[in-house]
């Protein structure tokens, strides 16, 4: 009898190896399905707070749409006419006759936008890196900051409204020109503008979030879902085709050196075809 044989016969179990090996069978597959319970579970959990995201940053982008469509791009709009029209007036009117113009003086009204939850919810209960989380914190910072501008048209316009102002001094004012003793103020004028820029940023990186929240969720989805058979749905593709066609989507060439940040990694079988060339080189 060999030592392994002697060993099995004195301290194996009375009932024989075979109730050993089958509680131990047992344990394991009892541990294998907790384990794979709590994957799933967690694995859905996080596919759902993905989608409620993704729908967050689509109902934000809308609403920013909106402001702009209903509020940013008038106020733009009619600036930009009380201005061309001044300089037109400066250079045909020979007999310096009075500039006729109205102002839009209104207050306005910072969005409420849940920026907060989607922030907590894309840190706290989603693993997405990279892209989407940068467009992230960029938007919630641009949200921030278009706040604070709203905030400061709000004092300008209480600030022109207290004081007594002649209508060349309220043209100075509102196109910020400068002024016969040589002070030019440009702060309305530039206040707009950041009101606009921001508005845009804020379209913009909401809908980058969006785009990237449904990449990784279906992405996941994909590798994680045919091992649980979830029946968590894809995240379709937003549609922005409408607001393309009004003039109201901010364009991606205008923020090509905050993307150019972001490339994608190249497939596995570049970066081997790369690694092999860098070596032929050395060689």
Same mark, same amino acid.
């Given at each position: 009898m060999s030592i392994l044989s002697e060993f099995l016969h004195n301290h194996g179990p009375q009932n024989g190896w075979g109730t050993f090996f =089958?509680?131990? @069978?047992?344990?394991?597959?009892?541990? $294998?399905?907790?384990?794979?319970? %709590? !994957?799933?579970?967690?694995?859905v959990a996080e596919l759902n707070a993905l989608n409620a995201a993704h729908e967050l940053s689509v109902a934000i982008a809308n609403n920013f749409l909106a402001f702009k469509r209903q509020i940013a791009l008038p106020l733009k709009t009619e600036f930009e006419r009380i201005k061309s029209a001044y300089a037109s007036y400066q250079n045909n009117n020979k007999n310096k006759s009075l500039f006729q113009f109205t102002i839009d003086h209104r #207050?306005?009204?910072?969005?409420?936008?849940?920026?907060?939850?989607?922030?907590?919810?894309? @840190?706290?209960?989603?693993?997405?890196r990279g892209r989407g989380l940068a467009a +992230?914190? =960029?938007?919630?910072?641009?949200?921030?900051? +278009?706040?604070?501008?709203?905030?400061?048209?709000?004092e300008l316009v209480e600030e022109h409204r207290s004081k007594q102002r002649n209508d060349r001094e309220r043209l100075e004012f509102f196109l910020g020109l400068r002024t016969a003793a040589g002070v030019m103020d440009?702060? $309305?004028? =530039? !206040?707009?503008?950041?009101?606009?820029?921001?508005?845009? @940023?804020?379209?913009?990186?909401?809908?980058?979030?969006?785009?990237?929240?449904?990449?990784? #969720?279906?992405?996941?989805? &994909?590798?994680?879902? &045919? +091992?649980?058979?979830?029946?968590?749905?894809?995240?379709?593709?937003?549609? &922005?085709? %409408?607001?393309?066609? +009004?003039?109201?989507?901010?364009?991606?060439?205008?923020y090509q050196n905050w993307l150019r940040g972001f490339q994608p990694r190249p497939m596995r079988w570049l970066r081997f075809l790369a690694s092999f060339k860098l070596k032929n080189d050395a060689e």
């Open positions: =089958t509680a131990a @069978f047992g344990a394991f597959a009892g541990a $294998f399905a907790a384990s794979r319970a %709590h !994957n799933k579970r967690a694995l #207050s306005l009204t910072a969005l409420a936008t849940p920026h907060a939850a989607l922030e907590k919810m894309v @840190f706290e209960k989603t693993l997405m +992230l914190v =960029t938007l919630v910072g641009t949200i921030d900051g +278009l706040g604070i501008a709203i905030k400061t048209r709000n440009a702060r $309305f004028p =530039t !206040n707009l503008e950041a009101i606009v820029e921001q508005t845009d @940023f804020c379209v913009f990186y909401a809908k980058t979030l969006a785009t990237d929240l449904a990449r990784y #969720s279906n992405d996941l989805r &994909w590798k994680e879902g &045919w +091992l649980y058979r979830l029946r968590v749905p894809r995240i379709d593709a937003t549609d &922005w085709s %409408h607001a393309e066609r +009004l003039g109201l989507m901010p364009k991606d060439a205008d």
